[in-house]
């Protein structure tokens, strides 16, 4: 059921193992998707960008025709923050895309994981079956879903991915109000290694 993914990812999990702890899966977030949910944000990035820049413009321009080449220049450089404003939302699409890339989900016999590689380091979330509520899933074309679950009492904080989680939707490498394995593929199978994980805290003696 493990789907071959980057091999650099693959060691990034291996490398997070414990003693005793066995690999039961591991994937990838489809990027595509993702970036496909950053769509409301690009849309209302086009005006805001493009009411920006004519701003900015008809600022110069009223400046430049009253001949006052001084402190009014200053005026036309307040519309610049939100030119690069609009600029970061328009790049939205391409951050998440390459934001998912470089993110592996895992499950072992112990805990779920979410780990993501950059340039200076990793950033790692692990889910302990204590911390796993109501588990759901959401499925799609081509065998694809998302499955995500309520933190239980004492749950983990959500994957600390973005600046989507960035300051695009809360679904995107799961949050703190949404935890979870997004875009993935089998997410039927996903959801029932959840569930079998979360049924060893019940099972163990209290």
């Known amino acids: 059921m493990m789907k071959r993914i980057d091999p650099t990812l693959q060691n990034l999990v291996n490398s997070e193992l414990e003693s005793g702890e066995k690999l039961q899966w591991s994937g990838q977030p489809e990027p595509t998707r993702l970036a496909k949910g950053t769509l409301p944000i690009?849309?209302?990035?086009?005006?805001?960008?493009?009411?920006?820049?004519?701003?900015?413009?008809?600022?110069?321009?009223?400046?430049s025709h009253m001949h006052q080449f001084g402190p009014m220049m200053i005026f036309p450089?307040?519309?610049l923050p939100f030119i690069f404003v609009g600029l970061g939302m328009l790049s939205t699409p391409l951050f998440v895309y390459r934001q998912a890339k470089r993110t592996v989900y895992a499950i072992t016999n112990k805990?779920?994981?979410?780990?993501?590689?950059?340039?200076?380091?990793?950033?790692?979330?692990s889910y302990p079956p204590a911390v796993f509520g109501d588990i759901n899933r959401l499925e799609y074309a081509s065998n694809k879903g998302d499955v995500t679950w309520t933190p239980g009492i004492g749950g983990a904080m959500g994957f600390p991915f973005n600046s989507s989680s960035l300051l695009i939707r809360s679904r995107y490498s799961g949050n703190i109000a949404t935890p979870g394995f997004f875009g993935i593929d089998n997410p039927h199978d996903v959801e029932k290694l959840l569930r079998q994980l979360a049924d060893t805290k019940k099972s163990e003696p209290q």
């Open 42 to 63: 690009l849309l209302f990035a086009i005006p805001w960008t493009a009411f920006a820049c004519f701003w900015v413009t008809m600022a110069c321009t009223g400046v």
């Open 77 to 79: 450089l307040f519309g």
């Open 111 to 125: 805990r779920a994981l979410m780990l993501k590689a950059s340039g200076r380091g990793k950033t790692v979330v």
